[in-house]
């Protein structure tokens, strides 16, 4: 039976140890010193490289792999009267002569609270022939006064470059051909664990060998298919129920189960929300040619008031699918929420509503009801061509509803560009404002009624107004006017808006953009 390729090339030195190079420098210096600790919490992501790391300071002390190291996985070994076994045996195992004797103790955060309080007289003072080395995903789980008594170093996850340099490697060693855009989404979707990387790239060749290529990924990871997710945006924006439906049971027929689904509508808008918002983010751009192409014509369905909505219903998803008697229907109503939003009751899906009574569409051109605009439009250019030479005064931008509902794009560069050009006291003002603008392209600038000064301050200030006005008709090409309103509980509605945002980051696991 051939080795499994994370076993036939896990690292055997400090040096070939990807990815952890503050881990393995501090090591290597302890190692030099002689003066390695004598108990270590290693915490990290899955896969990359504590155990490993572990065994090779054994090695390195040159303990035999038989007599001197000791793996137990505290998972499955996690009661106290396993922990008074281990605490007997330590003293009575002998080691090779001369050598230190290392004790890995996997899982460490799964021993239970006797257990972990039954180790700790032995952690802290043990033999002088015995290194404890723990490992945990959850360092938050072990007890402080296990945490105190060891030298905690944290691993990180490990980045695409690097994951994509080793499957090379890996593909070169075992003549497999492998192409570039298949080895960059296999490390996009280890989440920077190296172990994964190399069992899916192992799972891919085995699979579908030298010719496999992104649909055949997405068959092994249990993905919907991008033309299949963009089958999905167009039914959402036509409302058309029945052609969403069977999409889900032809994807039911192929295996996928409704959490498969769920994780690959999950990933599309989160990556829709990393393009609106951060176009430059790693999250982004790893993902592959083909996804990107999907996003960016998914984004031309979807404004951020339209995504807002979405990643509210998404989350509520998120949270409660696990327990729902029936996933599959939990599914097609999250679903048929997204395409009938007269079915939610939430705030925002009341505010599309209103935008959909209002004929407020983010078709793209080409559709039906484009196309019937489009017509209208020429019966009447000839009237709107004579309207406008007889007035013969320059026409106001009118915004589309796409650009009102991005509008929460377009205010943070705005607020970069004031930090740019306007003093600091000019800018600050701007900062502690909340932007709205309606559908007749007025920003109403919003502020706490007790802040007197502000509201003084940028009713007489035209400057600021003219700054921002110019800055959203470059950036937006739309003419807005400016109105300042005082209002009750501002800081709360602030409040609100930001808990939105943390909640988003927390759902997908999105760091602070500030």
């Known amino acids: 039976m051939q080795e499994a390729f994370y076993r036939k090339y896990r690292p055997a030195s400090l040096e070939e140890l990807v990815g952890q190079s503050d881990a393995v420098q501090l090591i290597q210096q302890q190692v030099k010193n002689d003066n390695l600790s004598h108990a270590y919490l290693f915490s990290g992501p899955r896969g990359v490289g504590k155990t490993s790391l572990a065994r090779i300071i054994a090695t390195t002390l040159g303990c035999d792999p038989v007599f001197d190291i000791t793996e137990i996985d505290a998972a499955s070994h996690n009661k106290v009267d396993d922990i008074r076994d281990l605490n007997d045996s330590i003293n009575f ?6 050598n230190k004797r290392v004790f890995i103790l996997d899982e460490v955060h799964m021993l239970s609270n006797a257990a972990s309080n039954a180790f700790l007289k032995t952690l802290e003072e043990p033999p002088a022939h015995v290194i404890f080395i723990l490992a945990t995903t959850e360092p938050d789980r072990v007890l402080e006064t296990i945490k105190s008594r060891t030298t905690h170093i944290a691993f990180k996850r490990i980045s695409n470059e690097e994951i994509v340099e080793t499957l090379t490697r890996i593909a070169k060693s075992e003549k497999i051909k492998i192409g570039d855009e298949i080895l960059k989404y296999i490390s996009n979707q280890s989440e920077g664990s190296l172990r994964d990387a190399i069992n899916l790239f192992e799972q891919t060749h085995n699979t579908f060998g030298d010719k496999a290529n992104i649909d055949d990924l997405y068959n092994i990871l249990g993905k919907v298919s991008n033309a299949d997710m963009f089958k999905i945006i167009e039914s959402i924006n036509v409302q058309d129920t029945s052609e969403v439906l069977n999409i889900l049971q032809s994807n039911y027929n192929k295996g996928l189960q409704p959490l498969d689904i769920l994780n ?15 176009p430059d983010d790693v999250n982004y751009l790893n993902i592959s040619e083909n996804e990107k192409d999907l996003v960016k014509n998914s984004n031309e369905y979807i404004n951020a008031r339209e995504l807002s909505r979405i990643l509210d219903i998404l989350d509520e998803l998120n949270q409660s699918i696990q327990s729902a008697p029936s996933q599959e229907l939990k599914l097609e109503l999250f679903l048929i929420k997204l395409i009938k939003p007269e079915l939610a009751s939430d705030i925002k899906s009341i505010s599309r509503r209103v935008d959909l009574l209002e004929g407020e569409s983010t078709l793209k051109p080409g559709s039906k009801k484009v196309q ?69 392209n007025k920003l109403i600038l919003l502020i706490n009624k007790e802040n007197e000064y502000l509201i003084s301050e940028l009713n007489k200030s035209s400057d600021i107004k003219e700054f921002i006005s110019s800055c959203i008709a470059k950036m937006m090409g739309i003419s807005i006017s400016i109105e300042i309103k005082a209002i009750d509980g501002t800081s709360e509605r602030l409040v609100s808006e930001n808990g939105f945002q943390d909640n988003i980051n927390e759902v997908f696991d999105i760091k602070s953009m500030d």
């Open 93 to 98: 195992i002998a080691s090779s002569p001369g």
């Open 372 to 440: 019937k605009v489009t017509q209208d439009t020429k019966e009447n250019i000839e009237d709107k061509t004579t309207k406008k030479k007889i007035s013969e005064e320059p026409s106001t931008p009118k915004s589309s509803p796409k650009d009102i509902g991005n509008f929460d794009v377009y205010w943070p560069k705005v607020l970069q560009k004031a930090k740019e050009e306007l003093t600091p006291r000019k800018y600050s003002y701007l900062t502690l404002v909340s932007p709205e603008i309606d559908d007749q």
């Open 264 to 278: 690959s509508l999950t990933g599309l808008f989160r990556n829709i929300f990393y393009f609106k918002y951060l």
